[in-house]
């Protein structure tokens, strides 16, 4: 019976020990991914781009073959670090 106690003390520790290290590769990763993170693609005034229909992305809120990808659109001014001013 005191070898059972033992052996559920034991594996206590390692699922402790093994949460410690899984806490810490996450936050490795994280590390890594928010510095190696997609900046995004820089637009000119005159591209032309594709927007996102957000109002209807939802399921349900678009038929089976609507599109959710709207233009393409012409920048006409950049308003901000990814930000522009769609016609």
Known sequence: MQRRIDLLFRLEKEREK??????????????????????????QIGDLVLKWDKQHEDKGNHSKFQ?????????????????????
């Open 18 to 43: 093994c949460k410690r290290k899984f806490e810490i590769y996450q936050q490795q990763i994280k590390i890594w991914f928010d510095k190696n993170k997609f900046i995004g693609e820089e637009f």
């Open 67 to 87: 599109r959710l990808w709207l233009g393409p659109l012409q920048i006409v001014e950049k308003m901000g670090h990814g930000t522009y001013r769609l016609q």
